[in-house]
């Protein structure tokens, strides 16, 4: 059936009739609640109810992580001895919300804290050497990396030929040999026993500090009993996660939606005014308020800037100059939309006269480096290949790239590996090393591999819906009570996506310039009532042409949110596609 929105096929997600029945019974929840839950792998009555219920006594063991024994004995020496440490983090919105945790608390231990975030441009990712020998002139015999350090095996060798221990807190995926660091917190280990493996940088971090806390209180060191609270610190680890793009499942999940808690609370003076400056009521923020509205203006000062701007921003206790720093976050922002805008035109000119290929990788001596990370992203949503986008620079060529679902770009790497001085990520997402004369291999060789293993993907794009639901069940109390408790969704935990038919238009009406509102009614009279009887409303941005549309025969693809006004929520649904219902 033709789709009128996206010009895509509908593709409906599949789950087990007896096995919803019985976690619907079972836990007492309605069976289209219990159909989301089982279709993203949450099929048992533990797994339901810790997911509805989330809290932070349900998080996975912190000492479980390979070496965090080794880890947490080594800071309680520091603490013992009042050693000065050092926090050495990455430049994204993971990086620099796991410093601000991490150096905090160790501040609040009463070390001296010193910090480094390197600036992208000039340092580039990870530890480097001349940073060692700083820390070290300083008398700095630890240093903690937290969102890097699983590659840098060079440079945690020469710290330990100084005498220096390295704390290595990482999530990225690890090479096969670990380097060799007083200890390696990264729960992608093959040794690590870890129970979650998807957390985010800071929330490796998050985990140490725990850790370290549960000892030191064993221990004795808040003879006082002013032990501090750990549920303070995970806005940061709310924002991070949300940022890094991690799966919002379990212990992310649980983690994430304190965090939100935390953040309503407007406790942190900082994130408090990087909201009120863009118009985000911090009381009522949710996950899309980060992703969309705030992680980008932190990740925009280490893109454009330097991303101790944002790590500024996060620990001050000062509102007049948390407004001027959340003022200039936003306008950094906005630098980046405009250098983002001109280099996503030229890569699209360029994949335009290569034609079909399997993957692309592009370069140019123009692109920011800190930008075409973003660029990559949008250009593999538009044309679901594999994208490596490239700034050649004296001689070498240094970039990131992105992969489509199903397609892991890291492994795709590994084979490509001859070719590069070096690279690291995940699935979807790395950055990569190479000398310009080894572009032409590496091109050839990467589109060998990806042509050869894009022949067992269908990468054709599809919307995806989770199931029909009537009109008349999205409209009980019932309903909305429950999908709250769903939330936060984010990625690897989408909003769910259903389809709506056998309604009645009760009204149709453009708003603003370009937008279309529906407000549906069921055919089903019988169907039960609210205060506002079994109505609801459908927004469908940008789509004002369509007004005339003989909407009742057609099948809706929409998704429900609910949206707060006043104060006061209220369910309404959010047009994604119609097609003509069968």
């Given at each position: 059936?033709?789709?009128?929105?996206?010009?895509?096929?509908?593709?409906?997600?599949?789950?087990?009739?007896?096995?919803?029945?019985?976690?619907?019974?079972?836990?007492?929840?309605?069976?289209?609640?219990?159909?989301?839950?089982?279709?993203?792998?949450?099929?048992?009555?533990?797994?339901?109810?810790?997911?509805?219920?989330?809290?932070?006594?349900?998080?996975?063991?912190?000492?479980?992580?390979?070496?965090?024994?080794?880890?947490?004995?080594?800071?309680?020496?520091?603490?013992?001895?009042?050693?000065?440490?050092?926090?050495?983090?990455?430049?994204?919105?993971?990086?620099?919300?796991?410093?601000?945790?991490?150096?905090?608390?160790?501040?609040?231990?009463?070390?001296?804290?010193?910090?480094?975030?390197?600036?992208?441009?000039h340092e580039g990712y990870g530890l480097n050497i001349e940073n060692i020998k700083r820390f070290n002139s300083m008398g700095i015999g630890l240093v903690i990396?937290?969102?890097?350090?699983?590659?840098?095996?060079?440079?945690?060798?020469?710290?330990?030929?100084?005498?220096?221990?390295?704390?290595?807190?990482?999530?990225?995926?690890?090479?096969?040999?670990?380097?060799?660091?007083?200890?390696?917190?990264?729960?992608?280990?093959?040794?690590?026993?870890?129970?979650?493996?998807?957390?985010?940088?800071?929330?490796?971090?998050?985990?140490?500090?725990?850790?370290?806390?549960?000892?030191?209180?064993?221990?004795?060191?808040?003879?006082?009993?002013?032990?501090?609270?750990?549920?303070?610190?995970?806005?940061?680890?709310?924002?991070?996660?949300i940022a890094d793009m991690v799966p919002l499942i379990k212990d992310n999940r649980i983690m994430v939606k304190t965090g939100l808690e935390v953040i309503r609370s407007g406790a942190r003076m900082g994130i408090r005014a990087l909201m009120e400056t863009n118009g985000v009521l911090y009381e009522d923020v949710t996950s899309k308020d980060i992703s969309f509205r705030i992680a980008p203006r932190i990740n925009?000062?280490?893109?454009?800037?330097?991303?101790?701007?944002?790590?500024?921003?996060?620990?001050?206790?000062?509102?007049?100059?948390?407004?001027?720093?959340?003022?200039?976050?936003?306008?950094?922002?906005?630098?980046?939309?405009?250098?983002?805008?001109?280099?996503?035109?030229?890569?699209?000119?360029?994949?335009?006269?290569?034609?079909?290929?399997p993957g692309y990788v592009l370069y140019s001596q123009n692109w920011h480096k800190g930008i075409i990370g973003i660029v990559a992203s949008k250009l593999v949503e538009q044309i679901l290949r594999p994208v490596i986008l490239l700034t050649i620079e004296d001689g070498k060529a240094h970039g990131s790239g992105r992969s489509p679902e199903g397609l892991n770009l890291h492994a795709v790497l590994s084979e490509c590996a001859d070719q590069l001085v070096a690279f690291g990520g995940h699935k979807s997402a790395a950055g990569v090393h190479l000398l310009t004369e080894r572009l032409e291999p590496f091109i050839k060789k990467f589109e060998d591999t990806v042509s050869a293993r894009l022949k067992d993907l269908d990468l054709t794009p599809r919307l995806k819906l989770d199931c029909p639901v009537p009109l008349e069940e999205l409209t009980t109390p019932v309903f909305q009570r429950f999908f709250e408790l769903l939330e936060p969704f984010g990625f690897g935990y989408p909003v769910p996506v259903f389809a709506v038919n056998n309604f009645t238009i009760h009204s149709s009406k453009v708003v603003g310039n370009s937008h279309l509102k529906l407000t549906l009614t069921?055919?089903?009279?019988?169907?039960?009532?609210?205060?506002?009887?079994?109505?609801?409303?459908?927004?469908?941005?940008?789509?004002?042409?369509?007004?005339?549309?003989?909407?009742?025969?057609?099948?809706?693809?929409?998704?429900?949110?609910?949206?707060?006004?006043?104060?006061?929520?209220?369910?309404?649904?959010?047009?994604?596609?119609?097609?003509?219902?069968?």
């Open positions: 059936m033709e789709s009128i929105i996206l010009d895509r096929p509908w593709q409906f997600d599949r789950a087990d009739d007896a096995l919803v029945m019985d976690v619907a019974q079972k836990a007492g929840i309605p069976k289209v609640i219990a159909r989301l839950l089982c279709q993203r792998g949450i099929d048992s009555l533990n797994d339901v109810e810790r997911h509805l219920c989330p809290g932070l006594g349900s998080l996975s063991d912190p000492w479980e992580m390979a070496d965090m024994e080794k880890a947490v004995e080594r800071l309680v020496r520091a603490v013992e001895r009042r050693e000065p440490v050092a926090v050495f983090g990455d430049y994204d919105a993971d990086g620099i919300t796991a410093t601000a945790l991490m150096s905090q608390f160790l501040t609040g231990l009463g070390l001296d804290v010193a910090i480094h975030i390197p600036h992208r441009v990396t937290v969102d890097c350090g699983i590659s840098n095996h060079q440079e945690i060798a020469f710290a330990a030929g100084l005498g220096m221990d390295v704390i290595v807190t990482d999530h990225h995926e690890p090479p096969r040999q670990m380097p060799q660091a007083m200890a390696v917190l990264n729960p992608k280990r093959p040794d690590c026993g870890f129970a979650f493996k998807e957390i985010a940088g800071v929330g490796v971090a998050f985990n140490l500090v725990r850790a370290l806390r549960s000892r030191l209180y064993r221990l004795g060191h808040w003879a006082n009993g002013d032990i501090p609270n750990l549920k303070t610190c995970l806005d940061l680890v709310a924002i991070g996660t925009a000062a280490g893109r454009i800037a330097h991303a101790e701007e944002a790590f500024k921003l996060l620990v001050t206790d000062d509102h007049g100059f948390a407004i001027r720093q959340a003022e200039k976050l936003s306008a950094i922002n906005q630098e980046r939309r405009t250098e983002e805008a001109a280099i996503l035109k030229e890569a699209q000119g360029l994949i335009k006269n290569l034609g079909q290929r069921s055919k089903n009279s019988s169907g039960p009532k609210t205060s506002n009887g079994s109505k609801i409303e459908v927004l469908a941005w940008g789509q004002a042409d369509k007004a005339a549309l003989e909407w009742e025969g057609l099948e809706l693809a929409c998704t429900p949110c609910l949206t707060v006004w006043q104060h006061q929520k209220r369910l309404e649904l959010r047009l994604q596609d119609a097609r003509h219902a069968a």
